[in-house]
C-alpha cells in the first residue's frame, strides 16, 4: 500500500484531525514513513491545489485553501461566523494560558466580571468545562479543538510564551504614569 | 463578622444608573480606564444605587463601599477642581493603596490583554480555511429476518386502539356529615327510632363512619339516645323527647 495515497485518504474522510499516532495506527507504518509521506501529501497539495495539508489541533487535516472559503460558503449556505469582542478574545487568552482555569480566576485576572463572556464562548465552543478541581469547587475551563483550528494552532499550549507579551520596564512605568496625570497614582508610589 | 449577613463582594453590587448598568467593580475599572467620563457620573445616584438595596451589610463591607464611594467623590472633585488641595494635604493613603493596586492589576493583566489582541490576528475567520464536517457513517445493522406474516401480526397489534384510561380515581367521594345530621332528624321525626344497621345498609365504610359521627353529634346535643344492647350488635337511635324541637 502505498502510504502517501493512504494518508490522502485518510485524512479526506475524516472529520477531525488524524494524530500522527493514530495515522500509523491506520496504515500499519512506522511514524518516520508516515511523517515523511505527509511531508510529500503537503508539498503535492501546494499553492495550485485546492486542498492544503495542515498540522491542526492535535492533528493532520486535509483542508480547503483559504482563498476558497467563499466559494466553499456558497455550497453550505454557511452563515458568517461572528467575530469574537476584544473582551471575549481577552478571556480566551486568560483561558489558553491558564487552563484549566475558573471563573472566579478569570474574573481575578482581568478586574471585572467574566461570567457573560465565559457563558458566550461556552455556546461558541471555544472553551468547555474541564472538572472540577475537588468536590464543592469552581468549575474549570479549556479550550477546545474548535479554538485551536479557528486560531491555527497545532495543540493545547501552542502558543507564544506569555513572557512575550509582559510589558517591558518602560511600559510599565508608562501605565502609572498615565494613571498618574489622571490623577489616579500620587508621586511618591508611583 | 457574621457570613449570613454578608456579601462576598461588594464589588459584585449590581448597579442601574442612566449611564451604566452592570456590577460596582465593572462601573470602578472602566472609570479609572477612563472609558467613562467621570464629570458625567452621578455620583448621588450612584450612593443612593449602593446603599438602598436589601442586603444586610456588617461594618467591614459597609465600611469598604463607603471608602470606595468617597474615593470616587474624591476623584471627580479633584478632576472638577484641580489638585491644588492634594499639593497641600497630601494624597490620602488609603485612596493611594486602592490606586496602586489597580496599577498593578492593569499590569499584571497587560500580557492578557496582548494575548487577546494576537489572537485576532490568528483568527481564521478571515482566513477562510474550511474543514470537512461531514460525520463518518455508522455502519448500518442488519436487521433479523421476518416472515410478512409476523410483520403484519405486529402490524394490528400496534392498530388495536388501548382501553380508554379510567379516571374514576380523580372523583373525590365527598361525605356531608350535616346532610346525613339532617336525614337522621328527618327518620327520627317520622318513626321515633332508627337502626344503625338499617342507615347504612349497602353504603361504604366512609359513609358509615360519617353516620356513626352523625349519631354521636345527636346524642351529644341532647337530641337522641343511643342504645346497644349487645356488644357489637345493631345500634339504636331513639329520638330524645327533651331534644325534640332540634
Same mark, same amino acid.
Request: glycine residues 8%; contains cysteine.
Given at each position: 500500500m502505498d502510504v502517501m495515497r493512504a494518508l490522502e485518504a485518510l485524512l479526506f474522510v475524516s472529520p477531525e484531525p488524524l494524530s500522527l499516532v493514530r495515522l500509523c495506527e491506520l496504515t500499519g507504518h512506522a511514524p518516520g514513513p508516515v511523517q515523511r509521506a505527509l511531508a510529500e501529501l503537503g508539498e503535492r497539495h %501546494?499553492? !495550485?491545489?485546492g486542498l492544503e495539508v495542515a498540522e491542526i489541533a492535535g492533528g493532520w487535516v486535509l483542508r480547503t485553501q483559504a482563498d476558497l472559503g467563499p466559494v466553499c460558503d456558497r455550497l453550505r449556505a454557511r452563515p458568517p461566523e461572528e467575530r469574537l469582542s476584544p473582551a471575549a478574545l481577552e478571556t480566551l487568552a486568560v483561558i489558553a494560558y491558564l !487552563?484549566?482555569?475558573s471563573r472566579p480566576d478569570i474574573t481575578r485576572v482581568r478586574g471585572v466580571s467574566a461570567e457573560a463572556t465565559v457563558a458566550s464562548l461556552l455556546e461558541r465552543g471555544m472553551i468547555e468545562e474541564a472538572g472540577?478541581?475537588? !468536590? %464543592?469547587g469552581a468549575m474549570r475551563y479549556r479550550t477546545t479543538p474548535a479554538f485551536q483550528e479557528r486560531f491555527g494552532l497545532? %495543540?493545547?499550549?501552542?502558543?507564544?510564551?506569555i513572557a512575550h507579551f509582559e510589558l517591558t520596564g518602560d511600559e510599565a512605568e508608562a501605565v502609572r504614569r498615565r494613571l498618574r496625570e489622571a490623577g489616579h497614582l500620587s508621586d511618591e508610589l508611583a | 463578622m457574621s457570613a449570613s449577613v454578608r456579601v462576598a463582594d461588594p464589588l459584585r453590587l449590581p448597579l442601574e444608573l442612566e449611564l451604566f448598568e452592570g456590577p460596582l467593580d465593572l462601573l470602578l475599572t472602566l472609570v479609572l480606564r477612563e472609558e467613562i467620563e467621570l464629570g458625567e457620573l452621578p455620583l448621588r445616584e450612584l450612593v443612593s444605587a449602593t446603599l438602598s438595596g436589601d442586603a444586610d451589610w456588617d461594618a467591614p463591607t459597609t465600611g469598604e463601599l463607603v471608602l470606595l464611594l468617597c474615593s470616587l467623590a474624591e476623584l471627580k472633585a479633584r478632576r472638577l477642581v484641580g489638585d491644588d488641595d492634594e499639593e497641600e494635604y497630601g494624597p490620602d493613603p488609603d485612596a493611594e493603596l486602592v490606586r496602586e493596586r489597580l496599577a498593578a492589576q492593569l499590569i499584571a493583566f497587560a500580557p492578557f490583554q496582548r494575548a487577546g489582541v494576537w489572537l485576532r490576528t490568528q483568527d481564521g475567520i478571515d482566513g477562510a480555511v474550511r474543514y470537512r464536517r461531514v460525520p463518518l457513517g455508522l455502519p448500518q445493522r442488519a436487521l433479523a429476518p421476518h416472515r410478512p406474516e409476523e410483520l403484519a401480526d405486529a402490524l394490528a397489534r400496534l392498530m388495536i386502539a388501548p382501553p380508554t384510561p379510567? +379516571?374514576?380515581? +380523580?372523583n373525590r367521594h365527598r361525605v356531608n356529615v350535616g346532610e346525613i345530621v339532617a336525614e337522621l332528624r328527618g327518620a327520627l321525626k317520622r318513626s321515633g327510632q332508627v337502626s344503625f344497621d338499617e342507615m347504612t345498609s349497602g353504603v361504604d365504610r366512609l359513609a358509615q363512619g360519617m353516620t356513626l359521627i352523625a349519631c354521636l353529634e345527636l346524642a351529644r346535643r341532647g337530641e337522641a339516645r343511643l342504645a346497644q344492647p349487645v356488644a357489637f350488635g345493631d345500634i339504636t337511635l331513639q329520638r330524645h323527647a327533651a331534644g325534640s324541637g332540634g
Amino acid at each position: 500500500m502505498d502510504v502517501m495515497r493512504a494518508l490522502e485518504a485518510l485524512l479526506f474522510v475524516s472529520p477531525e484531525p488524524l494524530s500522527l499516532v493514530r495515522l500509523c495506527e491506520l496504515t500499519g507504518h512506522a511514524p518516520g514513513p508516515v511523517q515523511r509521506a505527509l511531508a510529500e501529501l503537503g508539498e503535492r497539495h %501546494g499553492a !495550485e491545489s485546492g486542498l492544503e495539508v495542515a498540522e491542526i489541533a492535535g492533528g493532520w487535516v486535509l483542508r480547503t485553501q483559504a482563498d476558497l472559503g467563499p466559494v466553499c460558503d456558497r455550497l453550505r449556505a454557511r452563515p458568517p461566523e461572528e467575530r469574537l469582542s476584544p473582551a471575549a478574545l481577552e478571556t480566551l487568552a486568560v483561558i489558553a494560558y491558564l !487552563e484549566p482555569v475558573s471563573r472566579p480566576d478569570i474574573t481575578r485576572v482581568r478586574g471585572v466580571s467574566a461570567e457573560a463572556t465565559v457563558a458566550s464562548l461556552l455556546e461558541r465552543g471555544m472553551i468547555e468545562e474541564a472538572g472540577r478541581p475537588h !468536590e %464543592g469547587g469552581a468549575m474549570r475551563y479549556r479550550t477546545t479543538p474548535a479554538f485551536q483550528e479557528r486560531f491555527g494552532l497545532k %495543540g493545547t499550549g501552542d502558543l507564544p510564551p506569555i513572557a512575550h507579551f509582559e510589558l517591558t520596564g518602560d511600559e510599565a512605568e508608562a501605565v502609572r504614569r498615565r494613571l498618574r496625570e489622571a490623577g489616579h497614582l500620587s508621586d511618591e508610589l508611583a | 463578622m457574621s457570613a449570613s449577613v454578608r456579601v462576598a463582594d461588594p464589588l459584585r453590587l449590581p448597579l442601574e444608573l442612566e449611564l451604566f448598568e452592570g456590577p460596582l467593580d465593572l462601573l470602578l475599572t472602566l472609570v479609572l480606564r477612563e472609558e467613562i467620563e467621570l464629570g458625567e457620573l452621578p455620583l448621588r445616584e450612584l450612593v443612593s444605587a449602593t446603599l438602598s438595596g436589601d442586603a444586610d451589610w456588617d461594618a467591614p463591607t459597609t465600611g469598604e463601599l463607603v471608602l470606595l464611594l468617597c474615593s470616587l467623590a474624591e476623584l471627580k472633585a479633584r478632576r472638577l477642581v484641580g489638585d491644588d488641595d492634594e499639593e497641600e494635604y497630601g494624597p490620602d493613603p488609603d485612596a493611594e493603596l486602592v490606586r496602586e493596586r489597580l496599577a498593578a492589576q492593569l499590569i499584571a493583566f497587560a500580557p492578557f490583554q496582548r494575548a487577546g489582541v494576537w489572537l485576532r490576528t490568528q483568527d481564521g475567520i478571515d482566513g477562510a480555511v474550511r474543514y470537512r464536517r461531514v460525520p463518518l457513517g455508522l455502519p448500518q445493522r442488519a436487521l433479523a429476518p421476518h416472515r410478512p406474516e409476523e410483520l403484519a401480526d405486529a402490524l394490528a397489534r400496534l392498530m388495536i386502539a388501548p382501553p380508554t384510561p379510567s +379516571l374514576g380515581h +380523580l372523583n373525590r367521594h365527598r361525605v356531608n356529615v350535616g346532610e346525613i345530621v339532617a336525614e337522621l332528624r328527618g327518620a327520627l321525626k317520622r318513626s321515633g327510632q332508627v337502626s344503625f344497621d338499617e342507615m347504612t345498609s349497602g353504603v361504604d365504610r366512609l359513609a358509615q363512619g360519617m353516620t356513626l359521627i352523625a349519631c354521636l353529634e345527636l346524642a351529644r346535643r341532647g337530641e337522641a339516645r343511643l342504645a346497644q344492647p349487645v356488644a357489637f350488635g345493631d345500634i339504636t337511635l331513639q329520638r330524645h323527647a327533651a331534644g325534640s324541637g332540634g
